[in-house]
């Protein structure tokens, strides 16, 4: 008997179909993957589960018992709990007041908070996760990306016990994660499947999924293609199923050899015009923060031929409720504008038109807004934006977390094509595969300074990745 039935979930938008009749069974004490890529449905069918969205129709059953979920209180007296890929967090609360937000705070007499209590709770559903670095006291906005994902992570380990939990839904959980803390939260994960409660996990690193899950589900244009046992199905099954067919190489083959000309010159680091160097490093070791001094003012570095893609999409790159023409020519009005004040909106949508074709954007129009696009074409529009001013050297920040694996590859050939045409990349990747096969060198970074520069080709995930701890010594 499954722990969770999902039977002929529906859902359209304005007459546009995100999920057609989705039939999805979970067990009790296992691990299953839900995959597909960016706009395959993934995120509606979570929605739908965690009582946000309201279903055209749908059918759903703990321990074979029909429930209905119309809220996220629904969804948690039934034992579900959420950790979304997009966090919501406070930042202005402390890391305790963030892990209990939306849940009634201790008290004193009935009155006052119980801050001594508050903190407790918090630090407890922190070590669950074995986190003893982050003090929870202090204030969500001092935290960097990975140690925010982890407060949210440990807020659904929270004890509850009016309510206790069931099943975890993680989308997208270890996108912010560094390898060792990702084997934290795995070990937890089959702690908790051990225990005879589930996880349905939404993952786009099929490596990942590959060796923690038991059992998945592919979605592709919001109806089920396949879901089964992963005992026997390679890496590139899952792609294929994913995205409707095979594919070659994961990543698309570089082009002519980067010139001996200087398009950047820093403490310890010199770039060629049309050469990829990565950037790689443990969390928190100054690789964000490189970068950004690299750019330096935004608007004088648009002039003078610098673009950057940020980490964070939504808060850094995009501005959501707005059309996807504003956005990409955002940092290039001026151009756009007769006599350098009044801007022309045909001309805006025309370049926008141009750039999305460019990058492969999928989407109804330029005026469509934003934040109804998939995570991967959101990335498209911030890679547009970038491209719109033809800078010399791009700046990118982990530049396909989040992305699909079909848009990873459109991302990369993007990538490709500019230095082709001489652009000088420095790619940031927490993401090992992608620094070794895109990247023409790597700098490693260690407590903000560069200590060490490799060729890439011939270069192993173990020997990258003691030299991020390291262990190693080694140079151009």
Known sequence: MPLLSLRNVSKAYAGVAALRGVDLDVAAGEIHALMGENGAGKSTLIKILAGVVAPDTAGISIDDKPV?????????????????????????????ENILLGRVYPRRAGLLVDWRALNRLAREALETLGITHIDPRQKMAR?????????????????????????????????ALTRDESERLFKVLRGIKASGNSVLYVSHRIDEVMTLCDRATVLRDGKPIDSGLLTGITHDDLVALMIGRKVGEAYPPAGTEPSYEVAYEGPGLKLHKGEIVGIAGLSGMGQTEFLRSILGDPGKAWGAGVAYVPKERRAEGLVTTRPIYQNITLPHLQAHSLGGTWLTPRRERQFAQQLGDDVRLRAASPRQLALELSGGNQQKVVFAKALGGSPRLLLLDEPTRGVDVGAKFDIYTIIRDMTAKGMAVLLVSSDLPELLGMADRIAVMRDGEITATVASKGLSEETLLNLCYGRTAAAT
């Open 68 to 96: 209905t979920v119309a809220s996220p209180a629904d969804a948690r007296r039934h034992g579900l709990r959420f950790i979304h890929q997009e966090l919501s967090v406070v930042p202005a609360l402390s890391v305790a």
């Open 143 to 175: 935290l960097s990306l990975g140690d925010r994902m982890l407060v949210k992570i440990s807020s659904a380990f929270l004890a509850d016990a009016g309510a206790p939990a069931r099943l975890y839904v993680m989308d997208e959980p270890t996108a």
